[in-house]
């Protein structure tokens, strides 16, 4: 036990020294998600602009973590992604390439996974055997959620300590094999949270950090595709519309500080994406209004065609540092990022000293003007 706690400190040094001064010309992380089902052509990533990619998704069959033949919208991932995203290298030698495990749709198993020990060593050794088969720096477990049906899951009470003990055994075996590489870099291990009260109170979130490089908090869907109320989805602050019981940026940070997880290892996360709502009710300009449908994903493509529609009106919420898109005469709000309310989330993570920012994802970005964005504010400008 000794020995694995020594050897946890060391590579903790060992990733923040790696992380120094990065080609993004910030110190700050940039962590990437990119969809292996989006028939993207991933030699057009930038890769001097991220410090990591997260690849998704891997599933887990038969307790293990694995690439399947299973679909995502109706597509099979091609593996050979992953070669291609490891020759980004060549461009920026510092960038880490992870493949994340599970995601809303694939979390299903992770409960299974990690019931017992024996099947928390099964899980872990495949996930170590599959770093080394892919060539990769890490991996990412997007669990959604413990203790929490998601997307029709299996969950038990069980899942709120066992998380803690299948995070412990992924480290003791990622470790190893590092060891045995005689690697000068420990593997990383990071997981994406849930950025609401429900998900802390389902996990020993504050006993997770000697375990984790870093977190992404999903600091996004605040109001979502099960919401029928028209709302900021990725709000910095809470609104004066939502206040005192909402959900926003800065609160779900803060619970996971409360709980024991440092800053630096913090990344805020920011959706490439809007959400919209139809038949919403005009008082307020439909912010936290009740509409008939609930809020569906929409590709930041009709977010640009709607900022380009002269039927909608951009708004801002100065208390909640958001904007919105309002169309009276359709009844139609999206909620959605741009320059100004990216600038006021970079600059929240540069006060409080946080480890940097996560995206999701990398393919809805149109010609880099988020990730530009993004970068702009984490230094400063």
Not at 37 to 51: M, P, Q, S, V
Not at 67 to 90: H, M, P
Not at 286 to 312: K, N, Q, W
Request: proline residues 3%; charged residues 20%.
């Amino acid at each position: 036990m000794k020995k694995t706690f020594l050897l946890i400190v060391s590579g903790v040094m060992l990733f923040m020294t790696s992380c120094g001064t990065r080609s993004t010309g910030s110190e700050h992380m940039v962590v990437g998600y990119v969809s292996g089902y989006r028939n993207y052509d991933f030699t057009g990533i930038d890769a001097t602009k991220l410090t990591h990619i997260n690849y998704a998704f891997a599933n887990i069959i038969d307790g293990r973590v694995a690439f399947g033949s299973e679909s995502i919208d109706n597509t099979v991932r091609d593996i050979e992604d992953i070669k291609i995203l490891l020759s980004l290298k060549e461009v920026n030698p510092d960038l880490k390439i992870l493949v994340s495990v599970g995601g809303w749709g694939w979390s299903g198993n992770f409960s299974d996974a990690a019931l017992t020990d024996s099947s928390r060593n099964r899980f872990a050794s495949s996930a170590a055997q599959f770093i080394l088969d892919h060539e990769l720096d890490g991996i990412d477990l997007d669990w959604e959620y413990p203790n929490q049906p998601g997307a029709g899951n299996t969950y038990r009470p069980e899942d709120v300590h066992n998380f803690t003990l299948l995070l412990e055994c992924v480290r003791k075996h990622i470790d190893s094999l590092a060891m045995k590489l005689d690697r000068p870099e420990t593997f990383l291990l990071t997981i994406a949270t849930g950025g609401d009260s429900v998900y802390v109170a389902n996990t020993e979130l504050g006993k997770l950090e000697k375990y984790l490089d870093f977190i992404n908090i999903m600091t996004y869907d605040y109001h979502n595709g099960l919401t029928s109320q028209a709302g900021h989805h990725s709000n910095l602050r809470l609104s004066g519309s939502d206040y005192p019981d909402g959900d926003a940026t800065v609160r779900s940070v803060m619970m996971h500080v409360d709980a024991g997880i440092s800053p630096a290892k913090l990344n805020i996360g920011v959706p490439f994406y809007g959400r919209r709502w139809r038949g919403v009710e005009p008082a307020n300009n439909g912010l936290y209004r009740e509409a008939a449908t609930t809020g569906e994903s929409i590709p930041y493509t009709d977010v640009l065609a709607a900022l380009a529609d002269s039927g909608f009106v951009r708004l801002w919420d100065t208390a909640a540092a958001a904007s919105w898109l309002w169309n009276e005469s359709d009844s139609l709000f999206i909620s959605y990022d741009d320059e100004e309310s990216l600038k006021a989330k970079m600059d929240y993570v540069l006060s409080q000293g946080l480890g940097g920012v996560m995206f999701w994802e990398y393919t809805e970005d149109i010609d880099g003007m988020l990730l530009d964005a993004l970068l702009a504010g984490l230094q400063g400008k």
